[in-house]
Nanobody, 112 residues
Framework: VQLVESGGGLVQPGGSLRLSCAAS????????MNWYRQVPGKERDLVAR????????NYADSVKGRFIISRDNAENTVYLQMNSLKPEDTAVYYC??????WGQGTQVTVSS
């Protein structure tokens, strides 16, 4: 099983980033997928969730209206479009498959 995140980086406040998570080694289309984030010294928090076929999504209150989670089951990939980024969005972002499998994380830094 492998989850590989990409797309992180440094962005100015108000900017956008799109994270990708490429999955392999399991039947991607049968798993709900999640994005979490973590800052040093704090717990890993759920940011967004998408159901196995993409029909249902859920977001943390802090990112509602700014972030969009989506998936492409043909490409075994889940995405997180992050808009109107704020400094408090700075964290390591992790892809997760139904609470079982984790990626290595990708750093997102929002700073001027």
């Amino acid at each position: 099983v492998q989850l590989v995140e990409s797309g992180g980086g440094l962005v100015q406040p108000g900017g956008s980033l799109r994270l990708s998570c490429a999955a392999s080694g399991f039947t991607f289309s049968t798993y709900d997928m999640n994005w979490y984030r973590q800052v040093p010294g704090k717990e890993r928090d759920l940011v967004a969730r998408i159901s196995r076929y993409g029909g249902a999504t859920n977001y943390a209150d802090s990112v509602k209206g700014r972030f969009i989670i989506s998936r492409d089951n043909a490409e075994n990939t889940v995405y997180l479009q992050m808009n109107s980024l704020k400094p408090e969005d700075t964290a390591v972002y992790y892809c997760n498959a139904a609470g079982l499998y984790w990626g290595q994380g990708t750093q997102v830094t929002v700073s001027s």
